[in-house]
């Protein structure tokens, strides 16, 4: 069992930059793969970014590669998500997931552990 908590959200100039962190609780943080979704108003909860348990594998939804990007570390049972060049698009809810199964459970959504989200708010 492991519970997520994100933070780091905020209100952001469009082309500002945000850093969003994921703490997890538990001992075998560095045995699960992460990854962060977000949902915006009227839309369904989508994709942006996964991280292997080792850190060494990472995959991005298209529309953020280049401008996000996805790290961990595993002493500090943190996540955390590099946001720059932040567009009005990128606003949402943000979420962490967390499943120690494959990479593509997180990556497609299927995680068993969610976090509560965090508001991500871009000023055009």
């Known amino acids: 069992q492991v519970q997520l908590v994100e933070s780091g959200g905020g209100l952001v100039q469009a082309g500002g930059s945000l850093r969003l962190s994921c703490a997890a609780s538990?001992?075998?943080?560095?045995?699960?793969?992460m990854g962060w979704f977000r949902q915006a108003p009227g839309k369904e909860r989508e994709f942006v970014a996964a991280i292997s348990w080792s850190g060494g594998l990472t995959y991005y939804t298209d529309s953020v590669k280049g401008r996000f990007t996805i790290s961990r570390d595993n002493a500090k049972n943190t996540v955390y998500l590099q946001m720059n060049s932040l567009k009005p698009e990128d606003a949402a809810v943000y979420y962490c997931?967390?499943?120690?199964?494959?990479?593509?459970?997180?990556?497609?959504?299927?995680?068993?552990?969610w976090g509560q989200g965090t508001q991500v708010t871009v000023a055009s």
């Open positions: 538990g001992r075998t943080f560095g045995s699960y793969h």
């Open positions: 997931a967390a499943d120690p199964r494959y990479l593509r459970t997180v990556s497609t959504g299927s995680a068993n552990y």
